[in-house]
């Protein structure tokens, strides 16, 4: 055995320097406490609709386990593209413009696995969902981030935006609603980043996933605005609005060219989404609708009740108009995001997100999460008060 | 007048739970606890708000343990339809609802009682006596499994982690 060397570092090099997600790190320290009011959950704390779940067990019932059509069933992207073309306004073909995937993680993957080289750029903004940048470098591309600001309600401001542009820039990636800041694009802005795409030849990635959650009126999708179709990959789930997160089934849908090599690698990574989530997801699109508009409403009213309380405390807060995150401000307190985090965790047990978790500008940002119950969150409030007060009377 | 909006909102929220606190509901639909009770006055008034009870486990109280339905079929009154005799029924206390219901027959009737046959009794001797009243068919409730939205056994919870992307 004399022969037998010492294993070398086997993991490749770009794998090996990609650092571990933030919320992970958190997480760790979270889940060896007890009693922890988490406001750092991203998913909806309410359990799938009834007549989804009872959809997903009479598929089991009837014996539908086998395989489908790479690109989902039929039937289910029917319903997809139906559902589209009624609230988003932008029709596509579900036979070959429509692929159904594991979650939007993976739609996001695979969007970025078929249209980045080696060295192709592309920009996202900051602060962001946790996954983007790997994404992009697991992919070999380069990430390009663009910050936004508070004082824009974190919206991507279009001139910042077209200042990232290079002659390697491919594609845009946008996430409105946006995690972690709740932020959504007003009219005039998806309008002018349209143009921007157009006069740069760039695809528009559009992480649609929160658009259910929009709170008031919702801004069109950008594959609508003109010359956008055929470079906009829309990506799409039930996770959030259907409150399906543990079924992970999601959707892309675009040109067919993208599409089309989206789909080649998915069949030879995925093959096919689970097809008992594929038949529940169909439920969703079909009957879940009456039970989401409900569930929007209880997170508006949360929502209202989380920003008043922030601001009450002295920790100013956007009233954001998506998804079922606040992204206060707290400077005010002298503290570090990582710090206000571990602190407020170790002395009231509230678990929050520091936002630097989501890209270097979130720093001075705590991310919370809405998707918890009424009582949760006035408790939280409470608790949070209280730890403001305190670190404020000693620093005095 | 109320905005139609506000309303809304409000009488769900009141239809779910009546005893949320005023400044719950002023904070989730961005007002005041002062609003509130003034649009909960109103509505009162106006009688879209009728009243108020709590739902119960029955057994608790023996007065009223026992729940029947009874499907009732009544000969309509010219000029009055079914309401004179419906007005009738609904006055005994025994009555807790009375619905004028389409399909086989006219009236559905939830009637309480401390025994099977305290019911069984208001049943043949009160309603079915009335004139008018062709015929009643009593179903007696066995177990309450939700009611007025809310189920009396709760879904099992499942963890979540305390902290995801």
């Known amino acids: 055995m004399s022969d037998c060397k010492s294993p070398r570092n086997f993991v490749s090099e770009h794998i090996d320097i990609l650092p571990k997600s933030g919320i992970r790190k958190f997480f760790d320290i979270v889940s060896t406490m007890k009693d922890v009011i988490s406001l750092s959950v991203g998913e909806p704390d309410f359990v799938t609709p009834w007549t989804i779940r009872e959809s997903a067990l009479f598929s089991l019932e009837k014996g539908r386990t086998s395989y489908t059509s790479n690109l989902g069933t039929l039937s289910l992207r029917k319903a997809v593209c139906d559902y589209l073309a009624q609230d988003y306004g932008v029709e596509y073909d579900p036979k070959s413009e429509c692929l159904i995937t594991v979650g939007v993680s993976e739609a996001l993957d695979l969007v970025i696995r078929a249209i980045t080289a080696p060295g192709d750029e592309i920009i996202f903004h900051e602060p962001c969902y946790v996954s983007y940048v790997p994404e992009i470098r697991m992919a070999h591309g380069v990430p390009v981030s663009v910050n936004t600001y508070e004082k824009n309600a974190f919206a991507l401001d279009p001139d910042d935006l077209e200042k990232a542009i290079t002659p390697k820039t491919k594609a845009i990636l946008l996430n409105f609603p946006c995690n972690p800041t709740g932020a959504v694009l007003t009219y005039e802005q998806t309008r002018r980043i349209a143009e921007i795409a157009c006069k740069y030849d760039l695809l528009v990635i559009a992480d649609d996933i929160y658009s259910e959650l929009t709170y008031g009126e919702r801004t069109p999708c950008i594959a609508t605005f003109p010359g956008m179709r055929e470079r906009t990959v829309l990506l799409h789930g039930f996770s959030k609005a259907f409150a399906m997160t543990g079924f992970r089934i999601g959707y892309a849908c675009g040109p067919r060219k993208v599409i089309d090599a989206m789909m080649k690698i998915h069949q030879y990574t995925m093959l096919c989404a689970s097809v008992t989530a594929q038949d529940a997801a169909e439920e969703a699109l079909k009957n879940g609708r009456p039970v989401m508009a409900s569930m929007r409403q209880e997170y508006l009213e949360r929502r209202n009740v989380i920003v008043k309380g922030f601001n009450e405390i002295g920790l100013p807060c956007l009233n954001p108009n998506g998804a079922f995150y606040v992204f206060p401000n707290i400077t005010s307190t002298g503290m570090s995001s990582q710090d206000f985090a571990v602190e407020l965790l170790k002395r009231k047990s509230v678990a929050v997100v520091p936002g630097d978790a989501f890209g270097e500008c979130g720093s001075g940002y705590i991310r919370c999460s809405y998707a918890t119950s009424m009582e949760g969150i006035r408790e939280a409030l409470k608790r949070i008060g209280d730890f403001v007060k305190e670190i404020k009377a000693e620093q005095k | ?165």
């Open chain 2, 1 to 165: 007048m109320l905005n139609p909006e506000f309303k809304k909102n409000l009488l769900r929220l009141l239809a779910e739970n009546a005893r949320r606190p005023l400044e719950d509901m002023a904070d989730r639909l961005e007002t005041t606890p002062e609003k509130v009770a003034d649009a909960i006055t109103e509505l009162e008034e106006a009688n879209e708000i009728v009243g108020y009870c709590a739902l119960i486990d029955e057994s608790v109280l023996p007065e009223a343990a026992v729940k029947a339905i009874i499907e009732i079929k009544i000969r309509p009154e010219r000029e009055g339809g079914f309401d004179r005799i419906a007005r009738r029924l609904s006055k005994f206390p025994q009555v807790t609802s009375l619905y004028l219901m389409s399909g086989g027959f006219d009236l559905m009737a939830e009637v309480r009682g401390a025994t099977l046959n305290d019911v069984a009794m208001f049943v043949s001797s009160k309603l079915a006596t009335i004139d008018g009243v062709l015929s009643t068919a009593t179903h007696f409730l066995l177990k309450k499994y939700k009611e007025a939205g809310k189920l009396y056994e709760e879904e099992e919870t499942n963890e979540r982690l305390q902290v995801t992307p």
